[in-house]
């Protein structure tokens, strides 16, 4: 099993560009979830999915879209991207009532 | 909001001694998780105590719940210069899907 994994690994965007943070888990995982962490903060959740065709809010949904259109995939959406979604960004997945598996996390700088 | 605050942010020790992290928390929760974090990495689950456990124990890890006061340690026995990380407890409710709410973690460096 590959677990969970994220791409691209480095992202730089310029303010106003758009892009799909991918992530896919070979686990048959229900549960996913994006995550951004900026120093000293520890994660907060951005968006999360508790099956395919299911997703909801976590705390810091502004500005970014989620879809889950299969059970392995769970892409997050930068719409219009800003200086302030500068971050490192994990995802993670996790079967009902277990723990998550996290992704190695993309880093995206925004200018 | 972060849920739950680790104490000390920092702590620093030598290769061999004991490591005591603590995490405390604001709301009810179902269960409390550990997750290490090595550096410029992702996070990596420890273990998964639940709120009707007091103490769970793994390999060289030993996890403490105490619910009345909200809170919870990490006890890293013999540590070794490859325990050198962040350590972040995280927190789940009863409100169905099993959100995760960090802390800010403690950064633990082991000396050799």
């Known amino acids: 099993n590959a677990g969970v994994t994220q791409t691209p690994k480095f992202q730089v965007l310029k303010t106003g560009q758009s892009m799909t943070l991918q992530c896919a888990q070979d686990m048959n995982h229900e549960y996913m979830s994006w995550y951004r962490q900026d120093p000293g903060m520890g994660l907060r959740l951005i968006h999360y999915s508790v099956g395919a065709g299911i997703t909801d809010q976590g705390e810091v949904p502004n500005g970014y879209n989620v879809s889950r259109s299969t059970t392995e995939d769970f892409p997050l959406r930068l719409l219009s991207a800003a200086p302030s979604q500068t971050s490192v960004y994990f995802c993670?997945?996790?079967?009902?009532?277990?723990?998550?598996?996290f992704g190695p996390g993309t880093r995206l700088t925004v200018l | 909001s972060q849920q739950g605050e680790e104490d000390p942010q920092a702590l620093s020790i030598q290769e061999g001694e004991n490591a005591t992290m603590n995490c405390s928390y604001k709301?009810?929760?179902?269960?409390l998780q550990w997750y290490r974090q090595n550096s410029g990495r992702g996070l990596v689950h420890l273990i998964l105590i639940r709120s009707n456990e007091r103490e769970k124990h793994s390999g060289r890890l030993r996890v403490t719940l105490d619910t009345s006061k909200k809170s919870s340690s990490l006890l890293i026995t013999a540590s070794r210069a490859a325990d050198t990380a962040s350590y972040f407890c995280a927190t789940v409710d009863n409100t169905g899907f099993q959100k995760l709410v960090f802390g800010t973690g403690t950064r633990l460096l082991v000396s050799p």
């Open positions: 993670a997945s996790s079967p009902r009532g277990g723990a998550q598996y």
């Open positions: 709301t009810s929760i179902n269960n």
